[in-house]
C-alpha cells in the first residue's frame, strides 16, 4: 500500500507541477492531454478534468501513504497469502513481467516518439520531447518552404550530423505510434552474376526497385520493375523536385523503349549520381532494421514497434480506468443487494436483468453512428463497458454478503452497536476481499479481449488511438504481410497469458479454504 500510495503521490504531483511550468513529463501529462482533447472535459480554457484527476491522485496518494504508517502492524493472514503466491513461480514471475511491462508503459515519450529528447542548437540545450511548445524547423536553422512546418527531428539530426552545426538525440524508438506516416521504405539488393538478389536470399529478386537521390528521404531517381532478378518491366524517373521527366521499357535486362521530357539530355538524367539499385517496400512494409524498422510498419505507414507499444500504453490506461470503476459500482450495490435483501435487492435484481438482455454489441453500433467525432475516445468506450460490465461483481458479492451476513461475527458486532456503515466495511467487505481480489485479474483479461475485439469489428477506438485489434484487421485484410498479424498475435496471446498466470496464482494464494478471519 506504501509503494502504491508514493506512486499516485508522485504522478498526481509531477501533473500538477507540468501544468504550472509547461513540462511534459512522462504519462503525468496525460490528465492534462485527454482534458484539453474531450470537450466535456475542460470548461473554455480551463482543463478541469486534469486538475481533478492530479488532485485525487495526490490525496489518495498521501492518505495511503499516511495510513500505511498508522495503521498498524500488517494483516497476518494478508502475509500468509502474500508468501503463497510468491511460492506459485509461474504466476509471480509473470507479475514482474506485467509490471515491468507497466513500467515501460509510463515511460512513453521518452522511450518512443517522434519528438527528440534534446536537442543541441547554438550551444544551449532544448528539451522538445519535454515541453509543451511545439518547435519549428526554422527554430533550428532549417530554412525553405519546411521552415514554418513542424520540427522533423529525424530530418533534422540528418542534417546536423551532415553540417556539425548542432546535436539531436531522438527516443530509442524514433516514431510515434500514430499520425506519423513514413516513406516507403527499401532493402539494399546484392547482384550476383547479373541477377540481383535481396540481400543475402538465394532467390533472384521479383518486385519493385528503385535508385535513390536521399535513402534517408526516399527521393527516387530511377524506379523500375525486376523479374528474375533482371530489370523486366516499365521504368519511370523523377528529377529531386519530383516531377516525373523519364519513362521506359525494360526486357531481360535491356532497354528498348524511353522517353524523357525534361530540360538537358537524356543521358545527363540518367547520369546523375544516385544509390545502387534497392527494393522498394510500400506499406505495409516488411522488417526493414536497416532503416530502424524492425518489425516493419502497418498499411498506414506506422512502424510497428511504436503502434505496438501505443497499444499497450492503450491497455494499461483503460485498465487504471475501468477497473475501480466497475469494482466501485459492482462492489457497493453488490453489497447493499446481500445485506439489505428485500426490495433493495429485488429493484436492482431488476436492473441487472435489463442491462443483462441488452444487445451489447447492438449498443456499440448505435452509439458509433449517434455519438459525435469529437465525444468519441477510450472514454466513451470505457464508459459503455462498465455499463455492461458490473453485474457479475454485484451478483456474486450478493451471494457473499447472503452468507457472510449470517455468521456469529457480524450478530456480535451488532450486538455491541456497530452501525450499518462500520460492518459493511469493516467486518463483510474484509471477508470478501479474497473474491474481489482473485477477479481482477480476470477482469483485467477481459477488459483487453473486448477493446481488442470492438477496434477488430471497427466500433472501438477512433484512429488516433494505437489499438492491437485494428492492427489485427489490417494484418487479415493484407495476407501477403503475415507480419502484422504474427507480430500482434504474439503480443496480444504474451500478454493475456501472463495475465491469467497471474489471475490462476492469485485465485489459489487467495483460496478462503486455506486461510481465513474466522474459525
Known sequence: MRAIGFFFTLLGALAIAGEVKGIAFPTARWFFTVSREVPWLHAESVPWFGWAASALLVLVGVVMVSRSFTGGPGDPVIRRRM????????????????????????????????????????GRWIFPAFVAKEFKNKDFGMDGESAEAP?????????????GKGKVILPPVPYDPTGDTLAPRSRPLELRDGIYYEGRGDKPYFGLAARYYDIEDSKIHLRYTMRNGKFNGP???????????????????????????????KEEFLAVESSEPRAVKYHPAPPTPDTGNFLGTTSQGYDMVAY?????????????????????????????????????????????????NMPFLFIIIIFSSVVPQDLKGLGMILFILVIFS???????????????????????????????????????????????????????????????????LGFGLPPEYASWGKLLNDGLANLSAPWLVSATFVALVSMLVLITFVGEAVREAFDPKKYTYYR
Open 235 to 265: 521504368v519511370d524517373g523523377w528529377d529531386k523536385e519530383g516531377a516525373q521527366l523519364y519513362s521506359g521499357e525494360f526486357q531481360d535486362g535491356a532497354p528498348v523503349s524511353d522517353k524523357f521530357n525534361g530540360e538537358g539530355g
Open 83 to 122: 508468501k503463497r503466491f510468491r511460492e506459485i513461480k509461474r504466476g509471480y514471475y509473470s507479475l514482474i513481467i506485467l509490471v515491468f511491462l507497466a513500467v515501460l508503459a509510463l515511460l512513453d515519450q521518452s522511450l518512443v516518439g517522434k519528438r527528440a529528447l534534446a536537442v543541441k542548437y547554438e
Open 308 to 356: 505496438l507499444y501505443g497499444g499497450l500504453q492503450v491497455n494499461f490506461k483503460a485498465a487504471l480506468l475501468f477497473l475501480p470503476a466497475i469494482y466501485l459500482v459492482g462492489i457497493t450495490l453488490g453489497m447493499l443487494m446481500g445485506y439489505f435483501g428485500g426490495w433493495v435487492d429485488i429493484i436492482i435484481h431488476r436492473i441487472i436483468e435489463v442491462f443483462e
Open 390 to 456: 458490473w453485474m457479475g461483481i454485484a451478483t456474486l458479492l450478493r451471494t457473499t454478503i447472503y452468507r457472510e451476513r449470517e455468521r456469529d461475527y457480524i450478530s456480535a458486532a451488532r450486538v455491541i452497536g456497530a452501525g450499518t456503515s462500520r460492518i459493511l466495511f469493516r467486518h463483510l467487505l474484509p471477508n470478501t476481499i479474497s473474491i474481489i481480489v482473485t477477479l481482477v485479474p480476470f477482469t483485467f483479461s477481459g477488459l483487453i479481449s473486448a477493446l481488442t475485439a470492438l477496434d477488430y
Open 151 to 163: 520540427a522533423n527531428y529525424r530530418d533534422l539530426k540528418r542534417h546536423f550530423a551532415a553540417t
